[in-house]
T-cell receptor, first 112, second 109 residues
């Protein structure tokens, strides 16, 4: 059981470039979410999904897109990277209900 | 809206107790608590259900206040391994899962 797997672990982008952060879970969890964490800050919700084909915006969705074609995968796309998107990105999943979220190890993104 | 945690930071000696609060603008249905160590991902610690039942950790417990707009996390006889940042997590609406602002805890020997 790998849990939640995020790739890559580190990435440097130039302003204006696009890229996709990958997230996969093997626990058959319906709920998946993306968060960003800036230094000294908490976790802010970017986008979330409650099942394949169902996604919705979180608190800070601008500049990001998501899709959920399978239960396992929930990629996050940065459309045109900006320095303000420099952050650590966490993907997390949960069976929902009273259960908590299981996190991936994170992707540290720097936009120069 | 993001729940507000207090205090923002706390320093303890090993063996001392600590209380961390998580306050919301509306009633909390249930609250999860997480701990994040430096450079790592948050890890789920425990859940506090709306009826007050809790599932989780041996030396860590939680409660609601009367109006259920605040949850408190109690760390008993803290150990060095308790150091980290604590977050409360809860549902805002049916499916949107958000976290509190975080509390940094440092336990000294």
């Amino acid at each position: 059981n790998a849990g939640v797997t995020q790739t890559p672990k580190f990435q440097v982008l130039k302003t204006g470039q696009s890229m996709t952060l990958q997230c996969a879970q093997d626990m058959n969890h319906e709920y998946m979410s993306w968060y960003r964490q800036d230094p000294g800050m908490g976790l802010r919700l970017i986008h979330y999904s409650v099942g394949a084909g169902i996604t919705d915006q979180g608190e800070v969705p601008n500049g990001y897109n998501v899709s959920r074609s399978t239960t396992e995968d929930f990629p996050l796309r940065l459309l045109s990277a900006a320095p303000s998107q420099t952050s650590v990105y966490f993907c997390a999943s949960s069976p929902g209900g009273d259960y908590g979220y299981t996190f991936g190890s994170g992707t540290r993104l720097t936009v120069v | 809206q993001q729940p507000v945690q207090s205090p923002q930071a706390v320093i303890l000696r090993e063996g001392e107790d600590a209380v961390i609060n998580c306050s919301s603008s509306k009633a909390l249905y249930s609250v999860h608590w997480y701990r994040q160590k430096h450079g790592e991902a948050p890890v789920f610690l425990m859940i506090l259900l709306k009826g007050g039942e809790q599932k989780g950790h041996e030396k860590i417990s939680a409660s609601f206040n009367e109006k259920k707009q605040q949850s408190s996390l109690y760390l008993t006889a803290s150990q060095l391994s308790y150091s980290g940042t604590y977050f409360c997590g809860t549902y805002s609406g049916t499916y949107k899962y958000i976290f509190g602002t975080g509390t940094r805890l440092k336990v000294l020997a």
